[in-house]
């Protein structure tokens, strides 16, 4: 069973980097269309990112666009998530989450995902 873990998150100032990391364990994540997701207080969750099980196709929320970038490690069984220059509203739990519904492609509707983590906390503020 494939169980995935996020970190990387913290307080950051505006224009601020993080790299948000997301591992997995019990299977292989090359096996597995691998979304970013955020969900800020009183929001509804969206997308941020995605990549492909296999092909490398990537696809990218247009208010990160240019900002995040989304990669992945099969070796070492992570995805990640670049964020830079941040803005307060990037504020928000970051979750990642695996689906096998398409495996060359990727979108970022959240009924495609079938197995998430718990989250990573984004701070944007002065």
């Known amino acids: 069973q494939l169980q995935l873990v996020e970190s990387g998150g913290g307080s950051v100032q505006p224009g601020g980097t993080l790299r948000l990391s997301c591992t997995a364990s019990g299977s292989a994540l090359g096996d597995y269309v691998i979304g970013w997701f955020r969900q800020a207080p009183g929001k509804e969750r969206e997308g941020v990112s995605c990549?492909?099980?296999?092909?490398?196709?990537?696809h990218m929320n247009q208010a990160v666009k240019g900002r995040f970038t989304i990669s992945k490690n099969n070796a070492k069984n992570t995805v990640y998530l670049q964020v830079n220059s941040l803005k307060p509203e990037d504020t928000a739990t970051y979750y990642c989450a695996a689906g096998t519904k398409t495996l060359a492609v990727c979108s970022l509707y959240t009924n495609l995902y079938d197995i998430w983590g718990q989250g990573t906390q984004v701070s944007v503020s002065l």
């Open positions: 990549i492909s099980a296999v092909g490398g196709y990537t």
